[in-house]
Nanobody
Framework: QVQLVESGGGLVQAGGSLRLSCAASGRTFSSYAMAWFRQAPGKEREFAAAITWNGGNTYYADSVKGRFTISRDNAKNTVYLQMDSLKPEDTAVYYC????????????????WGQGTQVTVSS
């Protein structure tokens, strides 16, 4: 069992940066692929980025590629999402998710979810 807690959200102006963190409990964190999803008001939850268990491979949605960077520190049981050049359309609740399988873009493949952290980008 893994419990996930996100932090680092907030209000930022367009063009600014934020770094989200997701702290995981449990001794098996390093065996999980991790991902970030986001959900804007009135929209479906969508994939943003994912990373393999050892950080060797990363995957991004086209909408964030080149602006967001996912990383992890297994010694600290933490996964990060560095968000640069933020746009108003990045405004959403950001969720951390984990799976024992391979990282995918499908939210139903992830067994563990955090409670989310709000990111608001003003124009």
């Amino acid at each position: 069992q893994v419990q996930l807690v996100e932090s680092g959200g907030g209000l930022v102006q367009a063009g600014g940066s934020l770094r989200l963190s997701c702290a995981a409990s449990g001794r098996t964190f390093s065996s999980y692929a991790m991902a970030w999803f986001r959900q804007a008001p009135g929209k479906e939850r969508e994939f943003a980025a994912a990373i393999t268990w050892n950080g060797g491979n990363t995957y991004y949605a086209d909408s964030v590629k080149g602006r967001f960077t996912i990383s992890r520190d297994n010694a600290k049981n933490t996964v990060y999402l560095q968000m640069d050049s933020l746009k108003p359309e990045d405004t959403a609740v950001y969720y951390c998710a984990g799976t024992r399988g391979i990282p995918t873009r499908g939210r139903y493949e992830y067994n563990y979810w955090g409670q989310g952290t709000q990111v608001t980008v003003s124009s």
